[in-house]
């Protein structure tokens, strides 16, 4: 037993250190790294490798903090035959996520012929489309002039989906969806108008984030027409009429370029309901020449511009280390499960290295977004968020994909282990919450006074159009 767990600490650490190459890999940049970012990296990286070490330890911490009785090792009884883990069905594969991700739960259950039911991830969206949800989808330039404008957007998606979670229609908070596409980059493929679907519409924020990380400039011919088109044509975009579904297009050089016009992506938009939004990268005049601002009218949207290669908003603030260590605690309480949990878990943990390495102020924005349970969810590999999505997850979950420390425990044991994790997240995140109202204003008061006018950027324009439009779809921002 001794030998076991030696082995299965340096198969962890080996991984650990896999994770933190991997992360510096995505990182790199064509000039040196400023110490200070050097610094950030291996402080997270340390941080990464400690936990992940250390995962079996807060386990037994948590039995021994909350002791549950020893009941009997039979499996108990389905309350529902439809629950039986032998019921198979012919799996359904998700369309515009071919990584598999939470969005198969969405199915109409989604049960593998070669899994049992008990594996599956809970269908805690199956009646997404009866909800309030927005749908997002941010269309990049790639081209060699914009490595300014991948760097605001790695830093804005945090702010993005904080604004989003606080709004409130009808006292509910939305479900966001987010899809990414690029376009402009000359090794893409040529017939398709050089247009890539990053990821379509997910709640993945960690998948997001990663692959917002994983974009690099290249040169090649920017189509907006072509990739309006092809997001508008290929995204599963919602059949409600009262949703918000919001396209922004960012990027330079002349909006009429190519052979699809997007005045005929504009006529898909308007069926579908979405609304385009276009930020041209560059001086307001030249936007205007360069005809972004006729893609917004005909989109019913906003048009606007940036300054693509601002420096990222840094506030420092008294709130943001234990803002950090709350953060630690909170990936504490993520419990992997089935054929993917550890994979997802180790996103979870590069995801925050990767935004740790840009700066404080966008990592702090990103554990803000964690600590809200509406915003963050990962119901396809944690134990806790799937059990509050299917109370009756516990007693379906296939043990021999949990953590070891875990796979020996009854189901009634299993179920008091998740609530009292539970209760520990909803501590944790509400302390962030509360933190993170601090710094907030600590941010307002020291931009009230500075002087000079604030410059535009992606985050700044993103929050002022998302502020505006949500008011069309009776969506009070708070």
Same mark, same amino acid.
């Given at each position: 037993?001794? /030998? ?11 991984? %650990?250190?896999? /994770?933190?190459? /991997?992360s510096?890999k ?9 110490? =200070? ?12 490798? =400690?936990?992940?070490k ?14 549950v ?8 009884v389905?309350?529902n ?22 969005? @198969? ?19 805690a ?24 404008? &991948? ?14 979670g ?31 679907q ?17 974009l @690099? ?26 949703? $918000? ?10 909006? /009429?370029?190519? %052979? ?12 579908k ?9 560059g001086?307001?005049?030249?936007? &205007? ?15 606007? $511009? ?30 992997? $499960?089935?054929a ?32 809200? +349970? ?11 968020d ?8 516990? %007693?379906?979950v296939?043990? +021999? ?16 282990? &998740? ?28 931009r ?26 009776r969506?009070?921002?708070?």
């Open positions: 037993m001794v /030998l076991l767990k030696q082995t299965e600490s340096f198969r962890v650490s080996v991984k %650990s250190f896999r /994770l933190l190459h /991997l510096l995505t990182i790199t940049m064509p000039t040196p790294l400023k110490p =200070a970012v050097i610094g950030g990296i291996i402080l997270a990286a340390v941080a990464l490798t =400690a936990f992940l250390n995962q079996s330890v807060f386990i037994e911490k948590v039995l021994a903090k909350h002791p009785p020893r009941l009997s090792s039979r499996p108990p389905p309350e035959p439809a629950e039986s883990p032998t019921v198979k069905e012919p799996a359904t594969p998700a369309q515009d996520d071919p990584e598999g991700s939470i969005w @198969t739960a969405s199915l109409k259950n989604p049960v593998s012929s070669e899994t049992p039911a008990a594996n599956q991830t809970p269908n969206f199956a009646s997404s489309a009866s909800k309030t949800k927005i749908q997002v989808a941010v269309l990049l330039d790639v081209s060699n002039s914009m490595d300014g404008l &991948i760097e605001q957007a790695k830093a804005q998606l945090w702010n993005m989906v904080s604004v989003l606080k709004a409130r229609c009808d006292g509910a908070t939305p479900q966001i969806e987010i899809a990414l596409y690029e376009y402009g980059r000359s090794s893409n493929n040529a017939r398709l108008g050089y247009v890539e990053v990821n379509g519409f997910t709640r993945d924020l960690d998948q997001v984030s990663k692959n917002l990380f994983r @690099t400039t290249n040169g090649g011919d920017e189509y907006c027409g072509q990739v309006m088109y092809t997001s508008l044509s290929d995204l599963q975009w919602d059949a409600g009429k009262d949703l $918000y579904k919001v396209i922004f297009i960012a990027g330079n050089e002349d909006f /009429l370029q190519g %052979s699809v016009p997007f005045t005929k992506a504009c006529n898909i938009a308007k069926q309901g979405v609304i385009v939004n276009t930020i041209y990268c001086d307001r005049l030249q936007g &205007i020449r360069e005809h972004w601002n006729l893609g917004a009218e005909c989109g019913n949207g906003s048009f606007t $511009y940036i300054n693509s290669n601002a420096v990222i908003d840094d506030i420092a603030t008294p709130y943001d280390d234990q803002l950090f260590k709350l953060n630690q605690q909170l990936n504490d309480t993520y419990i992997s $499960y089935g993917k949990g550890e994979e997802s878990k180790s996103k979870q943990m590069e995801a925050d290295v990767m935004n740790y390495s840009m700066n404080k102020s966008v990592a702090a924005k990103r554990v803000a977004v964690k600590g809200k +349970k509406e915003l963050y969810r990962n119901d396809n590999w944690d134990l806790v799937a059990q509050e999505a299917d109370q009756g997850f516990a %007693s379906k296939d043990m +021999k994909t949990l953590p070891e420390p875990l796979r020996n425990k009854s189901r009634a044991e299993l179920k008091q282990y &998740i609530q009292n994790v539970s209760a520990e997240r909803n501590k944790i995140q509400k302390e962030i919450g509360s933190l993170n109202l601090k710094r907030e204003s600590f941010i307002s008061a020291e009230s006074r500075k002087a000079g006018a604030k410059e535009q950027t992606l985050e700044t324009e993103v929050e002022k159009i998302l502020r505006e439009q949500a008011k069309r779809f969506m009070v921002i708070e």
